[in-house]
């Protein structure tokens, strides 16, 4: 069984930051990309970020260009979404999930996900 726990949630100001972390457990294959979504209330889940299963490979979204980074801890499983510079736009729960096979920022390409974490940024 595949496992997906977030961490790391939790309020800051407008321009603080916060990191999250994603850890991962049950994977039959060591090869896996992972991704970063979110959801702000009332609206649609939005990819944020991924990271090929190598570690050597990033996308973003425009929103978060420059401001967030994403990266991994193969021998931990472990991957991290350091988040910078955050706006009251980034308020929103924040989704880990992971894919074997073609990775992107399409949520239907992902076959695991986390339970998410609360992510406040007040104003």
């Known amino acids: 069984q595949v496992q997906l726990v977030e961490s790391g949630g939790g309020l800051v100001q407008t321009g603080g930051s916060l990191r999250l972390s994603c850890a991962a457990s049950g994977h039959t294959f060591s090869r896996y990309a992972m991704g970063w979504f979110r959801r702000a209330p009332g609206q649609e889940r939005e990819f944020v970020a991924a990271i090929s299963w190598s570690g050597s490979s990033t996308l973003y979204a425009d929103s978060v260009k420059g401001r967030f980074t994403i990266s991994r801890d193969i021998p931990k499983s472990t991957v991290t979404l350091q988040m910078n510079s955050l706006k009251p736009e980034d308020t929103a729960v924040y989704y880990c999930?992971?894919?074997?096979?073609?990775?992107?920022?399409?949520?239907?390409?992902?076959?695991?996900w986390g339970q998410g974490t609360q992510v406040t940024v007040s104003s």
């Open positions: 999930a992971s894919t074997t096979t073609r990775w992107g920022r399409a949520s239907a390409d992902y076959d695991y």
